[in-house]
């Protein structure tokens, strides 16, 4: 098609081809505005695109940075119920040792009346 428009321009007369070339030029105007506005449409989708990527790199990071926290908070809570645990079995091993120092006491008592 554009080859015989300008063949059409070469050959034609000076009012036809005045009027062909300015017909010929709206359509290539209106041909790369279009393309324009694709290629800002594709450049907005890639900020887009790039625009989320990096919300997501940020989540993920902040994500990291949060499980490596509640890790640390994890190992803290073992830590601390391993010594409550040593705790409660040396409270449960004096109670018995009390208990029974209560009842050979309490024998012997009985035992010298």
Request: glycine share 2%; aromatic share 2%.
């Amino acid at each position: 098609m554009l080859g015989a428009d300008i063949k059409v321009l070469r050959e034609g007369s000076s009012p036809n081809k005045d009027r062909l070339t300015v017909q010929w030029l709206s359509q290539s105007i209106s041909e790369i505005r279009s393309e324009l506005a694709e290629l800002q449409e594709s450049s907005s989708n890639v900020s887009k695109d790039a625009q989320l990527r990096n919300q997501l790199t940020e989540d993920i990071t902040g994500l990291r940075a949060d499980f490596a926290t509640l890790r640390l908070e994890l190992e803290s809570l073992r830590s601390r119920q391993d010594k409550t645990e040593v705790l409660v079995r040396e409270l449960r091993e004096e109670a018995v040792q009390s208990a029974q120092d209560i009842r050979r006491s309490w024998n012997r008592l009985h035992e010298k009346m």
